[in-house]
């Protein structure tokens, strides 16, 4: 099993300056820095990362891992198994649990026995939850973003719409189409699921504002041409199967359906309970995907969370990853936090 990672920063010889942070669904351990070989783009989180900024990387020491099951490096369906053969549709069945076992390891093999804050937005604040929960003494800080307890009905019904969307495509073949060759996996029902998934991820008002009920640009509706909305949604599926693997896809939206922080923990009031860490609790107002009473639920649960933060954004979900200004001033509070006050005792 391998992990992919990327580190910015020092490690400190008492290893008491280490932050983790999580990727959403479809990103990965570029976490910051410049587009180029390998990163297509820039970092996805770089204004939040750097000499003088909120993860100021003169004190502390950032490690961004990509996500076991996802494509960028780790392994995931695309991989090789031992035998040499990809795992493709063999690929078991994953959970958050698995996920944070895999990033342990990589804790355990750069010496950080306690992290002075993890942080995930979405699919990894998922991932944040399951570190403080079940290695309370590991994390000292977290910082969850617009994610919820436990995978709603809803959640799970957009999701599964996705699932099927790129299982129904003819070239999935069970997930067994990585030796297909060029152009020949389930791009259509990839794009199909990012088309999906997109559209929960902003705003409603968002898309009245930027799209309307306007034609693209030198297209007729009427005439079998698109309106601008449908065309954005075109791109944003065009850019997504230029990057992602649609096997990591439906491996990562399926653990995101098992998410429930509570399974065999007594609930999720009794698992939230064992969180030892200060915690800031934050939601986007206009997230329709993860709506703030999820985030609500959260920040009533654990124990060193004191009420919800609320990022104003107009993008909808995906607010978290825009609004850096507003989670660099969450990530402040909680590192002053930390650089004032003793680590947590180990054990
Ligand atoms: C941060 C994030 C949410 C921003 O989303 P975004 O797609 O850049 O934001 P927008 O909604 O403003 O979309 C802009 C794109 O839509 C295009 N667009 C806008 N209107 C359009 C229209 N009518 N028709 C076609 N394309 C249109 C723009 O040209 C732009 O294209 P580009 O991204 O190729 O430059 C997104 O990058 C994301 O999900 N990141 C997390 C995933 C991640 O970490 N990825 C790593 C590599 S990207
Ligand atoms: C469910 C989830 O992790 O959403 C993240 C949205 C983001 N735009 C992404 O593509 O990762």
Not at 127 to 135: G, T, Y
Not at 244 to 256: I, K, R, T
Not at 275 to 300: F, K, W
Request: proline share 6%; aromatic share 6%.
């Amino acid at each position: 099993m391998k992990l992919a990672f990327e580190t910015w920063g020092r490690l400190a010889p008492d290893r008491s300056n280490a932050v983790l942070v999580l990727h959403a669904l479809t990103g990965d351990s570029h976490l910051a820095g410049p587009a180029g070989p390998g990163h297509p783009t820039p970092g996805w989180w770089d204004a939040l990362v750097g000499p003088g900024r909120a993860l100021d990387t003169d004190r502390w020491f950032v490690v961004a891992p990509n996500v076991l099951g996802g494509c960028q490096g780790s392994t995931g369906p695309a991989s090789p198994r031992p035998d040499g053969r990809r795992w493709a549709g063999a690929f078991p069945r994953l959970t958050q649990r698995d996920q944070v076992l895999a990033e342990t390891g990589l804790a355990d093999a750069l010496g950080i026995e306690q992290w002075a804050l993890v942080i995930g937005g979405s699919m990894g604040g998922m991932r944040a939850l399951e570190w403080a929960v079940s290695r309370p003494r590991r994390v000292a800080a977290l910082l969850v973003l617009a994610c919820p307890a436990a995978a709603s009905a809803e959640q799970i019904a957009w999701a599964s719409a996705q699932v099927h969307a790129i299982r129904t495509d003819p070239h999935w073949r069970d997930g067994d189409y990585h030796g297909a060759g060029p152009g020949r996996g389930p791009h259509a029902g990839l794009g199909v699921a990012r088309r999906i998934a997109h559209i929960t991820y902003r705003g409603t008002q968002e898309l009245e504002t930027r799209f309307g009920h306007h034609p693209q640009d030198g297209e007729e509706p009427r005439r079998g041409g698109r309106y601008r909305v449908e065309s954005y949604l075109d791109h944003q599926a065009a850019k997504l199967v230029r990057r992602f693997d649609a096997g990591s896809y439906v491996a990562l939206a399926e653990a995101m359906n098992a998410h429930d922080i509570g399974r065999d923990r007594g609930g999720t009031r009794a698992a939230l309970g064992r969180v030892r860490a200060r915690t800031v609790v934050a939601g986007v107002d206009s997230d329709r995907l993860y709506p703030l009473a999820q985030q609500e639920e959260l920040a009533a649960g654990i124990p060193g969370a004191d009420g919800v933060r609320v990022i104003g954004s107009p993008y909808g979900h995906d607010g978290f990853l825009i609004e850096t200004g507003q989670v660099a001033a969450l990530v402040r509070e909680l590192l002053g936090d930390v650089r004032d006050k003793a680590a947590l005792p180990l054990g």
